[in-house]
């Protein structure tokens, strides 16, 4: 299992001394591994190249199966670590930004306020990514907007309301609220999540076209973008919790929100750790922002 996890590493590092570094190897006792491995599945799985250390076409086949074995084995440990009671256990989350900054920070001190020994993981990504972690086992469950998983059980949150976000001079931030309409006029920038994107979303059926002028994976990069003129944007409220941005923030008409809930891994492959913090979490719920 340990070549296992050393693969893992390197591809996820592109390098093997970057991973040898992390697990606490030797260079040369981690090459050793792979060429171990190689030769028991009589596979080539790694190439390198001036850019770093890549999977071959056979590895990337048979990658996922591996990365597949080391969540299962990771799963064991956690289920002999709850044999011995919490007092120990990882909690892997995907999250988004927003959740990031403003759910998780309140709710994690709590929780080790009880479980001081729990430890967290948090995998930042978007619609797409976070449900693609909670299949392979990278994470144990992670928030999504159920909407963007159509057919996938999730367990929904709760909704917060969307803003319309503009350049503190722009002459749409003296009205007192905004519509599509006028925002598809503008330089628009988009926040990249995925698998859904509520803006376009609610464009798309008022049938509008935005003119989409900058795609962005990041909340705060917008908002500094916004802030020096280069367009509009609609954002959640929870993203401008907290924030000093000199950027005027307006109420839509008509209004739009999005939903949040969260995806999670089969309940006979959740660690209890995972569980209760789940569960903490839905006793919070209505002390969230």
Same mark, same amino acid.
Request: charged content about 15%.
């Given at each position: 299992m340990n070549r296992y996890l050393a693969l893992q590493k390197i591809v996820e590092l592109g390098s093997f001394t970057k991973a040898a570094e992390l697990l606490g190897y030797t260079q040369p006792a981690i090459s050793q591994m792979i060429a171990s491995l190689e030769k028991e599945l009589s596979i080539q799985?790694?190439?390198r190249s001036r850019y770093g250390v890549h999977l071959t076409l056979e590895g990337e086949r048979l990658f996922p199966s591996i990365q597949r074995s080391v969540a299962a084995y990771q799963s064991m440990l956690e289920i002999a670590k709850e044999i011995r009671g919490l007092d120990s256990g990882t909690i892997r989350i995907g999250t988004i930004s927003s959740i990031s900054c403003h759910w998780l920070p309140g709710l994690i001190g709590q929780f080790q306020q009880r479980y001081p020994n729990v430890r967290f993981v948090l995998h930042q990504g978007d619609y797409t990514t976070i449900p693609q972690w909670v299949r392979t086992g990278e994470a144990d469950f992670g928030f999504v907007n159920p909407d963007a998983l159509p057919g996938v059980k999730t367990r929904f949150i709760k909704t917060g309301p969307l803003r319309a976000v503009v350049p503190i001079n722009h002459q749409l931030? =003296?009205?007192?609220?905004?519509? $599509?309409? /006028?925002?598809?006029? *503008?330089?628009f920038l988009l926040l990249e999540e995925g698998a859904l994107s509520e803006p376009l979303e609610a464009f798309k059926q008022a049938g509008l076209k935005p003119s989409i002028r900058l795609c962005v994976h990041d909340d705060y990069s917008i908002l500094s973008m916004i802030e020096l003129g280069l367009g509009v944007s609609i954002l959640p409220k929870l993203v401008l919790e907290k924030t000093h941005y000199q950027v005027a923030i307006l109420p839509l008409k008509p209004a739009l929100s999005r939903k949040i809930g969260l995806v999670m891994r089969d309940e006979n492959a959740?660690?209890?750790?995972? =569980?209760?913090?789940?569960?903490? $979490?839905? /006793?919070?719920?209505? *002390?969230?922002?």
């Open positions: 799985l790694l190439y931030a =003296k009205q007192p609220w905004v519509t $599509l309409q /006028q925002l598809a006029q *503008e330089p959740m660690p209890i750790a995972s =569980k209760y913090f789940i569960e903490f $979490l839905f /006793q919070h719920v209505n *002390e969230l922002p």
